[in-house]
């Protein structure tokens, strides 16, 4: 029982790394978004490409531009910190008791 154990750990610990990668990666396209960047610059285009799926599935549900304002990343990025919280403690919970 104890490799299901730590490959639960493991399984945690990888997805509380991409989670926090896609944080910082959504709060620089939020302030990627204030400047006006040149779109041809890969590490520019590399970041849309990241962002722009989650991006688009809460703005495709949630009407959430008042003002002129987007404010998608931040139900993103709120959305990223109850799956750090929620779903990386569970299993990090889960596997320590298999342990």
């Known amino acids: 029982m ?3 154990g ?11 790394l991409v989670l926090l990668l896609f944080m910082w990666i959504v709060i620089a396209r939020a302030i990627l978004s204030w400047v006006n960047p040149d779109p041809f610059n890969p590490i520019v285009r ?5 962002t722009e799926p989650a991006l688009y599935r809460v703005r495709a549900f ?9 404010f998608s ?5 709120l959305g990223v910190i109850f799956l750090r919280t929620f779903v990386v403690s569970s ?3 889960l ?4 342990l």
């Open 95 to 98: 596997s320590a008791n298999l």
């Open 2 to 4: 104890y490799v299901i």
């Open 6 to 16: 730590y490959l639960l750990m493991a399984i945690a610990k990888v997805l509380d």
């Open 73 to 77: 990343p931040i139900i993103v990025l």
């Open 62 to 70: 949630i009407p959430v531009s008042f003002g002129g304002i987007d």
């Open 46 to 50: 590399f970041i849309h490409n990241v």
């Open 91 to 93: 299993l990090i919970r």
